[in-house]
């Protein structure tokens, strides 16, 4: 029995959410071939109106692993994946697992200069692309040496090309146009792929211990790292999201796969946890509130995990077009703070609670949440998920817990945790403790029963006149102005030593910059030191797929003007 002095967060869990799961025993593909067989003609997959059944879909899988295989594809060998959400996205994700051979996610829009350092790293010799992300790969050097590149034509995934063709992530009517005329050059088809047969049943599978995935990070605190993540440990964060979602019924959920599959968090909540849900997939390549809307009205969702942003815009494009949400019932969000006029606001329009939770790719990703429940507190990253520890340490001693309250860095254990930085030893000593804890790099505090609010990134922090200075704080205080629309806070070196506080802000429509007004506006909230010094204009933030500012990217775009 779990000691809920140790673990105070254990009394406010929804009725029904256990201490621990049921750790797995299996891997990803028995995982899935159990919920072909169960779900058989259940739609599995919906893509602009066009469904996929769990027995179609088991088929496609088999016939994509036997195409990998006679590309010389062998256990452990690394592919690479750069898609949209797609169907030959969940069948390749499935196909490459089903040799034991392992998953490298990569971002569809990513550059061919982006795509090297990962490719350089992993290393894999097979590429499953769209064929817009085929050229990408096609004109690396020499020195990275590709096999094969198959290329995937989403366009042959809709049923009605013409009147949906512009709403695909491509720049132009006339790229729709290009491909339909044929894969991209020097690639094989996805078609020619499938067109092996089925898989012998009898090749060998993986084990739960297997290696599935590497995971890239964000590299807000340097270049990219792998992170190595296992069937076992990605199959419990389904497990525990499983056990968080109280009340999901299999084969009766329908999710919107909004964020991006090649995300960690898009990976778990639709590739393995919808899929052992046995729910109905609903595939967007990218957000479009009206195409969302649409789909609400075929199919409406259940399950619709997004960014804030998304939150808002679809709640408000709901409002407008007299649309219900009313179905949405498991919400939650992440990547960034969930200010509370969102949850207002979604809540008004939806039919359940907007709760905000906490993961990171090394922890596959989900490790803290707010449960589905009146104990939940906006303005947290809630509790621990079942299975999972934390503790709050010294920023300069991770072996030195501070005391309940005092601001530390939060350090994660269980059995999402990952295993390591693929090749990369020195980094993998870093994060990972002797013991087992991950360190997360994130400053949080944590109240009386667990409840743990973000206060920054550690190695984001600005240091101005021997003070730390929360760029997320600033930021906050920044927004509430009613001329700021979003805002971007970091230091700028000093030759003295220490950072100068600099703000980029996107305004609002119509307004002007007054930084000495801005300036005003923050000593009503802040102390002396943390009011930036220099404020500059910035027409349209970097930000991820997830809709997160990237202040890295900002910090470069600023700073030589400065």
Wanted: negative net charge; charged residues 20%.
């Amino acid at each position: 029995m779990p000691n809920t002095d140790q673990q105070p967060w254990l009394k406010n869990y929804q009725p029904g959410v256990p201490a621990e799961i049921d750790l797995p025993t299996e891997s990803l593909v028995a995982m899935l071939e159990r919920s072909v067989a169960e779900a058989g003609d259940h739609p599995a997959l919906e893509f602009f109106g066009r469904r996929t059944t769990y027995t179609q879909l088991g088929d496609q899988i088999d016939r994509a692993a036997e195409g990998l295989r006679h590309l010389g594809v062998r256990a452990g060998d690394r592919v690479a994946i750069i898609l949209p959400n797609c169907p030959q996205h969940v069948v390749a994700f499935y196909a490459v697992l089903r040799l034991g051979a392992v998953v490298v996610e990569h971002n569809p829009l990513y550059t061919s200069r982006e795509l090297r350092h990962q490719f350089e790293d992993h290393q894999a010799r097979v590429v499953i692309a769209w064929d817009k992300s085929a050229a990408s790969v096609k004109s690396f050097p020499a020195d990275i040496e590709i096999d094969h590149v198959v290329s995937v034509n989403l366009l042959e995934a809709f049923p009605a090309v013409k009147r949906l063709a512009l709403h695909l992530p491509v720049k132009s009517l006339r790229e729709s146009r290009e491909a339909l005329t044929g894969p991209a050059p020097g690639t094989i088809p996805w078609k020619q792929l499938l067109g092996h047969g089925r898989i012998d049943p009898e090749h060998p599978r993986p084990s739960v211990g297997d290696l599935a995935a590497i995971q890239y990070t964000s590299g807000t605190t340097g270049n990219p790292k792998g992170a190595m993540l296992t069937h076992f440990n990605l199959y419990s964060n389904a497990l525990q999201g499983e056990a968080w979602m109280q009340g999901a019924e299999y084969r009766k959920e329908v999710f919107y796969a909004i964020l991006p599959m090649f995300h960690a968090f898009g990976m778990t909540l639709y590739l393995t946890y919808g899929i052992r849900k046995q729910a109905l997939l609903v595939l967007f390549p990218r957000f479009d509130p009206d195409l969302v809307l649409a789909a609400m009205k075929k199919s409406p969702a259940t399950v619709y995990c997004a960014v804030p942003p998304i939150y808002e815009r679809t709640a408000i494009a709901a409002k407008e077009k007299g649309i219900s949400l009313r179905s949405c019932r498991f919400c939650i969000s992440g990547a960034m703070n969930l200010p509370d006029h969102v949850v207002e606001l979604w809540e008004s329009v939806s039919g359940g609670l907007l709760v905000e939770g906490y993961g990171m790719t090394e922890s596959s990703p989900v490790a803290l949440g707010n449960p589905f429940h009146p104990t939940r507190r906006t303005g947290t990253i809630g509790v621990p998920f079942p299975s999972t520890l934390m503790k709050v340490v010294d920023l300069d001693d991770p072996t030195v817990e501070v005391p309940q309250g005092q601001p530390g860095e939060l350090l994660l254990k269980g059995p999402q945790v990952f295993q390591g930085y693929w090749n990369n030893p020195e980094e993998t000593a870093k994060a990972l403790l002797p013991d087992g804890w991950l360190r997360t790099g994130d400053i949080v505090t944590v109240d009386d029963d667990g409840f743990t609010t973000i206060v920054d990134r550690a190695k984001e922090l600005v240091i101005t006149g021997g003070f730390n200075v929360s760029p997320s704080e600033v930021e906050g205080v920044l927004r509430l102005h009613p001329s700021v629309a979003d805002a971007a806070v970091f230091g700028k070196a000093l030759e003295r030593g220490g950072e100068l506080v600099v703000a980029a802000v996107e305004l609002r429509p119509g307004a002007e910059l007054d930084e000495d007004g801005l300036r005003a506006h923050c000593r009503d909230h802040l102390a002396a030191y943390k009011i930036p010094r220099r404020i500059v204009r910035v027409q349209e933030m970097p930000r991820s797929m997830l809709g997160k500012i990237l202040r890295k990217k900002v910090r470069e775009q600023v700073l030589p003007g400065l």
